[in-house]
């Protein structure tokens, strides 16, 4: 999740057409590398294979958006930034399987996936909700979205995403209609913190909570391919989250390198 630049408020289900590596937007027509997609027995695969899938999908983005480098920078970026996350050895600390089945999530739940970024956790969450359920894939970096979107749609869940264009101090979430709000790896991103979880705690349910998942500032995450010194303490974190109305009703520590933090409001 990039929180680096403005960008405009909406609620996007737009389909793109790729140019140099930049989006158009195409209600009718289908993305550039639609074509050769389907001419790859790769993309017929068993759900048992979506790792493949995905990884078959991270090479295509890249190699469509490294094609631009010489002329736009952006997309180096987020070509660099979707391979980070999708790394196969991020699981060995993030222990994604774990933490889903931490949630305690149930069929037909309404999820916000906060900095979804390149849909690493989305995909999941969707899996997790059901047909029933609903998963807001929200960030800042439309790119990250339209990405996020092509994978979902590869694996026929993006019937149950809705993704949003969001401000960087406003997630633009429905009111009180929102079971959990997973954060993971985006809470330094964030600025204004009390502020931004307050608009959160208004598009929660009666019963909603508040997940934050995040490297810890010191030795413990080890080392790390970005500097440490906008993370976020975890004892900020309780401090921001208390004073946006919020009180910590549940720890978990399995996770090696970040802290994992459950809140309700007050």
Same mark, same amino acid.
């Given at each position: 999740?990039?929180?680096?630049?403005?960008?405009?408020?909406? !609620? @996007?289900?737009?389909?793109?057409?790729y140019?140099?590596?930049?989006?158009?937007k195409?209600?009718?027509?289908?993305?550039?590398?639609?074509?050769?997609?389907?001419?790859h027995?790769?993309f017929?695969?068993?759900?048992?294979? !979506?790792?493949?899938?995905?990884?078959?999908l991270?090479?295509i983005?890249?190699i469509?958006?490294?094609?631009?480098?010489?002329?736009?920078?952006?997309?180096?970026?987020?070509?660099?930034y979707?391979?980070?996350?999708?790394r196969?050895?991020?699981?060995e600390y993030?222990k994604?399987? %774990?933490? &889903?089945?931490?949630?305690?999530?149930?069929?037909?739940?309404?999820?916000?996936?906060i900095?979804?970024?390149?849909?690493y956790?989305?995909?999941?969450?969707?899996?997790? &909700?059901g047909?029933?359920?609903?998963?807001?894939?929200?960030?800042?970096?439309?790119?990250m979205?339209?990405?996020?979107r092509?994978?979902? %749609?590869?694996?026929?869940?993006?019937?149950?995403?809705?993704?949003?264009l969001?401000?960087?101090?406003?997630p633009?979430l429905?009111?009180?209609?929102?079971?959990?709000?997973? &954060?993971?790896?985006?809470y330094?991103?964030? @600025?204004?913190?009390?502020?931004?979880?307050?608009?959160?705690?208004?598009?929660?349910?009666?019963?909603?909570?508040?997940?934050?998942?995040?490297?810890?500032?010191?030795?413990?995450?080890?080392?790390?391919?970005?500097?440490?010194?906008?993370?976020v303490?975890? %004892?900020q &974190?309780?401090?921001?989250?208390?004073?946006?109305?919020?009180?910590l009703?549940? %720890?978990?520590?399995?996770?090696?390198?970040?802290y994992f933090?459950?809140?309700?409001?007050?």
């Amino acid at each position: 999740m990039a929180f680096s630049g403005a960008s405009s408020i909406t !609620q @996007t289900t737009r389909f793109y057409h790729y140019r140099d590596g930049i989006p158009e937007k195409r209600k009718d027509r289908p993305l550039k590398n639609d074509s050769f997609m389907k001419q790859h027995t790769f993309f017929s695969e068993p759900p048992g294979n !979506q790792f493949f899938l995905v990884s078959k999908l991270v090479l295509i983005f890249l190699i469509g958006a490294l094609t631009s480098c010489a002329h736009h920078h952006g997309p180096r970026d987020i070509a660099e930034y979707i391979q980070a996350l999708e790394r196969p050895e991020r699981d060995e600390y993030q222990k994604p399987d %774990e933490v &889903v089945a931490a949630l305690s999530l149930q069929p037909g739940m309404i999820i916000a996936d906060i900095g979804a970024g390149s849909g690493y956790f989305t995909r999941r969450l969707v899996s997790q &909700v059901g047909t029933q359920g609903k998963v807001y894939a929200v960030d800042v970096e439309e790119k990250m979205l339209d990405y996020n979107r092509q994978i979902l %749609e590869r694996l026929g869940q993006a019937n149950q995403t809705t993704f949003i264009l969001a401000n960087p101090d406003d997630p633009q979430l429905p009111s009180h209609q929102i079971d959990l709000v997973f &954060v993971c790896d985006a809470y330094h991103h964030l @600025t204004n913190h009390p502020v931004y979880f307050a608009k959160v705690r208004e598009a929660l349910t009666s019963q909603g909570r508040v997940v934050i998942i995040d490297f810890y500032h010191d030795e413990r995450s080890g080392q790390l391919n970005f500097p440490k010194h906008h993370l976020v303490p975890r %004892e900020q &974190v309780l401090q921001d989250m208390k004073q946006a109305g919020y009180h910590l009703v549940r %720890e978990h520590k399995f996770l090696p390198k970040q802290y994992f933090l459950e809140f309700s409001p007050q």
